[in-house]
């Protein structure tokens, strides 16, 4: 498996960035402002993913670029996890919460990886893991943004009276 495909964040993510906007939020500026903050936090990341993506891993200092770009995605996961949530949106706060654990421990990982100029397998593939696990938890917030219930056979969804 390439770096390339190891990064490569899930083609639903921007589709239901479209569709969560095309419906709009209304005038309340509290909604204004998250879908503002959302419309930032998925942009930005999506322009991480394209330079991660770009990444010549030929070239030599390819992983000190590499560990940059992810350091960069980890500061947006955390201010993201620091968004206030509209009321009707509060119960999705944990997730983005989780989101950002994840993605602290998958990055943290990924430079032990490749810590002392070496590649370690084990550690790297427990990085990908958490980094799923992070973007996991923010498709679920996309997909519940849009008025859908997320189509995940792991995840259980409990409603209130």
Known sequence: MTMKNIF??????????????????G?????????????????RISELDTSINNIDTQSEGYTSELLGYLDELDAE????????FPEQFDYLESLADEAGEY??????????????????????DYA?????????RIQIILTFLHGEEPDDADLSIEYGE
């Open 128 to 136: 990908l893991q958490n980094y799923s696990r992070a973007y996991k």
């Open 77 to 84: 996961f955390q201010a993201f996890s620091e968004v206030d």
């Open 8 to 25: 490569k964040i899930k083609s639903t993510l921007p589709v239901l960035l479209i569709l969560l906007f095309l419906t709009g939020c």
């Open 27 to 43: 005038t309340d500026p509290a909604l204004s402002r998250f879908k503002t903050q959302v419309d930032d936090f998925c942009t």
């Open 103 to 124: 993605m602290t421990e998958a990055v943290k990982s990924y430079h032990e990886a490749y810590s002392n100029g070496s590649y370690n397998e084990y550690t790297a």
